[in-house]
T-cell receptor, first 117, second 110 residues
């Protein structure tokens, strides 16, 4: 089954304790992205990756890191989480970046709900 | 700053009624996508509209892209409880970047 998986689905942690949220897709997609979703603000892009070893900042990259060492995996790293990073996080992938093929569908993972106390 | 404004923020209707959700912006988009998100899941793409004035139908859902490609609407005819969810619009700007609206929560009660 074609899918994007994220782990963990739920995480409660304390300020300053480094954490990693994993994301994996089995569709051989080039493009992967991380979003956070907050009430009233919609989905905001954190980082994206056009291909292996190619990553770039989105709209809200502060406090986050990513890496793309393999095509299928795109982990999100919070080196020193803070309470303002409490949010619902989504990983997404598409075959190619949206701008290359107009009707590209972006596939989202099920989300990771992170609480930082 | 939210580039895409969705209205209303919340909509509660009875089964069988019609509803319309709006997505407005001052920016021009190359294309616009509509997603539906259910609790505990990620957004799922419903449709992409590309041409100004384009109308697409998906069963009881009708999507329209404004002539100037700055706004869009989603109309649901004879809503059913299965239509309940958070509806998100996303406009495609330069370099294929998607900008999402905050969403409209639709609740359809039997």
């Amino acid at each position: 089954e074609a899918q994007v998986t994220q782990n963990p689905r739920y995480l409660i942690t304390v300020t300053g304790k480094k954490l990693t949220v994993t994301c994996s897709q089995n569709m051989n997609h080039e493009y992967m992205s991380w979003y956070r979703q907050d009430p009233g603000l919609g989905l905001r892009q954190i980082y994206y990756s056009m291909n292996v070893e190619v990553t770039d900042k989105g709209d809200v990259p502060e406090g986050y890191k990513v890496s793309r060492k393999e095509k299928r995996n795109f982990p999100l790293i919070l080196e020193s989480p803070s309470p303002n990073q409490t949010s619902l996080y989504f990983c997404a992938s598409s075959l190619l970046p949206q701008g290359i093929v107009r009707t590209q569908e972006q596939y989202f993972g099920p989300g990771t709900r992170l609480t930082v106390t | 700053t939210q580039l895409l404004e969705q209205s209303p923020q919340f909509l509660s209707i009875q089964e069988g009624e019609n509803l319309t959700v709006y997505c407005n912006s001052s920016s021009v988009f190359s294309s616009l996508q509509w997603y539906r998100q259910e609790p505990g899941e990620g957004p799922v793409l419903l449709v992409t509209v590309v041409t100004g004035g384009e109308v697409k139908k998906l069963k009881r859902l009708t999507f329209q892209f404004g002539d100037a490609r700055k706004d869009s609407s989603l109309h649901i005819t004879a809503a059913q409880p299965g239509d309940t969810g958070l509806y998100l619009c996303a406009g495609e700007g330069s370099w294929g970047k998607l900008q999402f609206g905050a969403g409209t929560q639709v609740v359809v009660t039997p």
